[in-house]
C-alpha cells in the first residue's frame, strides 16, 4: 500500500495507531492516519491500563482493495462496541449479514493477506484478498476460549461499487479474527458462576459454586456484558453438571444498556417478568451468582439488588454471599500436610510463617506405616496415606488415638512407579486416586474414603494417569495423563448417574487439555476457582513453574518467581491467600506473598494442602 498527500500531510493506512487525548482516551487510526504528531503503536498500550480506549477511522475516499481490507482488520481490534466503523468497509448486504459476535479467530500474528492470483484485478469490478495465519485459539459464541492450532486462510472478496466507484467487501468469513497481541490488549478472562448440581454440597449443606471461565471485550462495558452472559446460562462444557438459580428466560429488562454501580458500589439489576415470582432463598442465590462473577471487575461490586418490574426482589452484600454458597475451599485450611524424613504425616500452621512441624493427631503420625504421599480431606478430619512402596492406601481420622485398620486399597503394580499416585478428596468426602499398574491402569473413587472402590470410567482418555486433583467444587477434575513417556494435563468434566439404592456410576467426560504448550507436566494443583499452578516444560526449554486456565489460556498473573530447581511436586489452595508450596532440591520450600521462595524444611516430601 503507497503512501499518498491529503492536505499536506503524508496519510499511512495499514496498522493502527494510537494517540492520547488529555491523557485518558486513545484514538486509533486504522485506514488512514497523518504519521506526525504525538503516535505511538497500540502495542504499547499498558494492558492493565483500563481507561485506555482503542477506535477505528472509517475507510478513505478512493481507497484502493488492500487499503481496505487492512482498514477493515484494524478496525476489529478497535473498542467499537457494535463494529460501526468496521461494518463500514462492507457492502450494503454484507453489513447485514456480517455477524461479528459469533467467534473470534487468535493467530499467532495479525493475519496475513495474499492477492489471489487470478480474477482479481483493481481496474476491474472484483478482488479478492486470502486471509493467512496460524492458529492459537478460538472464542465461539458463548465466550468460551479453545486452544487451536493449524493454519488459517479465509477469503475476503470486494467489488467496486459502479456509481460512487468506491471499494467495499461484499464476502467475507464470519466472527472476527486478530494477532494474540491484540487479543490479549481487547479480551480479558472473568469467571461467571453457576452451582453444581451433582449433589456435591460443602459440609454446612450449601451449594457449591463453579467457575466458568469466559473471555469479554475489556473495555467494551464488561460489567454489563458479563451480567448478560450469566443470565444467558453455562457455556456448553459445563451445562452438564451445574445449575443456574436464575429462572429460564431471565433477560435484563428491555432498553437496558448499560449498568453501573452507583457511589456505594452497589449494583441493581433490573430483570423481566421471568424473574418477578422467585421467592427470597432462590433470589439470595441469584444475587450471590451475580457477586461472585463481578466481584474481580472493576469497579467493584460490593452490593446486589435484584428487582424485576417495580417490583425488588432482594439485596445481597458481598459479605453474605458466603452464607448463600460456598467458593473454593469448604473453610479456609488450618495446616500444611507434608511427609517428614521419618515417613510420617506431619502439619504446619497453613498461614503463619512458623516452620515447627507436629505429628498430625492418629495413626498416620505415629510412623506405624511408613508413608510416601498423602491427602487431607477438606474439613482436615481425615487423612489418606500412600505406604512407601506404593503398595496400599490407608485411610485414618486425624484425632488422637485412633487406629489404622487394613488397607482400603491395594496395587499389583510391580514397580513403585506402576503403583498408587497421591489421592485427592473432593466436597462431598469422597476420595480418588489412581493405580498405575500397566497391567490394569484405573482411575478409582472410594465413597466417604471406605469401602468397595469405584472404577470411574474415562471414555477418551488416551495414556495413563500419573497424577491426580479433584477442584473444591466436585465437578472437575485435573488429571496428569502420561503417554510415550511426557505428561500432559487435562480437565475433565465429573458426571455421576445416581438411582436409589444403587451405587452411582461416575464418568469424567470430555478431557481437554489445559497447557498445550507445555511438552512435559511434572505435576500441578488448582490455584483457584478455575486456575491451576503446573510445574513442567515446553518442548527443547527449561522446567518452569507457571499458572494455567482450565480452558487452555494463559492467566494474566504474573508466573511465581523462577529461582527453584528440580520442583518434584507442588501444593496450592483455592484460597489464594495462602502460600505456593513446592518440593524441590532444595527440600520444601513456599512462597508467600510479595517474596520470594524460602525454605520450609529440608527433610520431607509430599507437601500438600486439604483436598
Known amino acids: 500500500m503507497g503512501a499518498d498527500r491529503e492536505g499536506g500531510a503524508r496519510r499511512r493506512p495499514g496498522r493502527a495507531v494510537a494517540y492520547a487525548a488529555g491523557g ?42 488492500s487499503e481496505i ?11 467499537d462496541p457494535t463494529y460501526a466503523t468496521a461494518r463500514q468497509y462492507l457492502t450494503g448486504e454484507a453489513k447485514q449479514t456480517w455477524k461479528p459476535d459469533v467467534s473470534t479467530t487468535v493467530l499467532t500474528d495479525g493475519p496475513g493477506t495474499e492477492a489471489d492470483p487470478s480474477g482479481s484485478r483493481v481496474d476491474g469490478v472484483d478482488f479478492s484478498f486470502t486471509l493467512t495465519g496460524t492458529r492459537v485459539a478460538s472464542v465461539d459464541a458463548q ?25 467495499r467487501i461484499d464476502g467475507l468469513p464470519q466472527g472476527v479474527v486478530m494477532g494474540k497481541s491484540d487479543f490479549q490488549r481487547n479480551y480479558m478472562s472473568v469467571n461467571k458462576y453457576y ?64 449498568l453501573t454501580p452507583d457511589d456505594q458500589n452497589k449494583l441493581t439489576v433490573p430483570l423481566n417478568d421471568k424473574a418477578a415470582r422467585v421467592g427470597q432463598a432462590q433470589c439470595n442465590e441469584m444475587a450471590a451468582q451475580l457477586l461472585f462473577t463481578l466481584q474481580n471487575l472493576t469497579p467493584a461490586v460490593d452490593e446486589v439488588e435484584l428487582r424485576a418490574g417495580n417490583t425488588r426482589l432482594c439485596s445481597l452484600r458481598e459479605g453474605r454471599a458466603r452464607s448463600v454458597a460456598s467458593r473454593g ?42 508413608l510416601r504421599a498423602a491427602a ?27 487406629s489404622l485398620g487394613e488397607p482400603v486399597l491395594r496395587s499389583q503394580g510391580a514397580k513403585e512407579a506402576d503403583r498408587l499416585t497421591t489421592p485427592s478428596w473432593d466436597a462431598r468426602g469422597d476420595l480418588w486416586v489412581a493405580d498405575r499398574d500397566p497391567a490394569d491402569p484405573r482411575l478409582l473413587l472410594l465413597e466417604q474414603g471406605a469401602g468397595q472402590p469405584l472404577e470411574v470410567r474415562t471414555p477418551g482418555l488416551d495414556g495413563r494417569i500419573r497424577d491426580v486433583r479433584v477442584a473444591a467444587d466436585g465437578v472437575r477434575i485435573a488429571l496428569v495423563v502420561e503417554k510415550d513417556g511426557k505428561g500432559s494435563l487435562l480437565v475433565g468434566r465429573i458426571e455421576r448417574d445416581e438411582k436409589g439404592g444403587e451405587r452411582p456410576v461416575v464418568s469424567v467426560l470430555e ?75 532444595d527440600g520444601i520450600v513456599r512462597l508467600p506473598s510479595g517474596a520470594q521462595w524460602q525454605k520450609v524444611v529440608k527433610d520431607g516430601s509430599a507437601p500438600v494442602y486439604p483436598g
Open 24 to 65: 485518558v482516551v486513545l484514538l486509533a487510526g486504522c485506514a488512514s492516519m497523518p504519521d506526525s504528531g504525538d503516535l505511538r503503536g497500540v502495542e504499547s498500550t499498558p494492558r492493565q491500563d483500563t481507561q485506555v480506549r482503542v477506535f477505528a477511522m472509517p475507510p478513505r475516499e478512493d481507497a484502493q482493495p
Open 69 to 79: 481490507v487492512q482498514g477493515f482488520l484494524e478496525a476489529l481490534t478497535s473498542d
Open 143 to 167: 465466550q468460551a476460549y479453545t486452544p487451536a492450532s493449524g493454519s488459517y486462510r479465509q477469503q475476503v472478496h470486494l467489488t467496486r461499487n459502479q456509481k460512487s466507484g468506491q471499494w
Open 195 to 258: 452451582f453444581a448440581s451433582n449433589s456435591a454440597v460443602s459440609a454446612n449443606r450449601q451449594p457449591a459454586a463453579v467457575a466458568d471461565p469466559v473471555y469479554v471485550r475489556e473495555r467494551v462495558d464488561p460489567m454489563t456484558e458479563m451480567v448478560r452472559s450469566l443470565l444467558e446460562g453455562p457455556t456448553s462444557w459445563l451445562r452438564p453438571v451445574v445449575r443456574s438459580s436464575f429462572p429460564t428466560g431471565t433477560a435484563l429488562t428491555k432498553g437496558v444498556t448499560s
Open 329 to 370: 475451599s469448604v473453610k479456609h485450611p488450618e495446616y500444611l500436610y507434608f511427609v517428614d524424613g521419618k515417613h510420617r504425616l506431619v502439619r504446619i500452621s497453613g498461614a503463619s510463617s512458623d516452620t515447627k512441624a507436629d505429628p498430625v493427631p492418629g495413626a498416620l503420625g505415629e510412623g506405624a506405616k511408613g
Open 376 to 402: 487431607v480431606s477438606r474439613d482436615e478430619h481425615m487423612a489418606a496415606g500412600v505406604s512407601y512402596d506404593g503398595k496400599a492406601l490407608y485411610v485414618g481420622s486425624l484425632v488422637s488415638g485412633s
Open 511 to 585: 478431557l481437554r487439555s489445559a497447557t498445550p504448550e507445555l511438552e512435559e507436566v511434572t505435576t500441578m494443583a488448582w490455584a483457584g476457582d478455575s486456575r491451576l499452578v503446573v510445574v513442567g516444560q515446553e518442548q527443547g526449554g527449561v522446567q518452569q513453574v507457571r499458572y494455567a486456565q482450565v480452558d487452555g489460556s494463559v492467566p494474566e498473573a504474573p508466573a511465581p518467581p523462577a529461582a527453584l530447581t528440580g520442583v518434584k511436586e507442588i501444593a496450592a489452595s483455592e484460597d489464594e491467600r495462602l502460600p505456593l508450596v513446592a518440593y524441590s532440591e
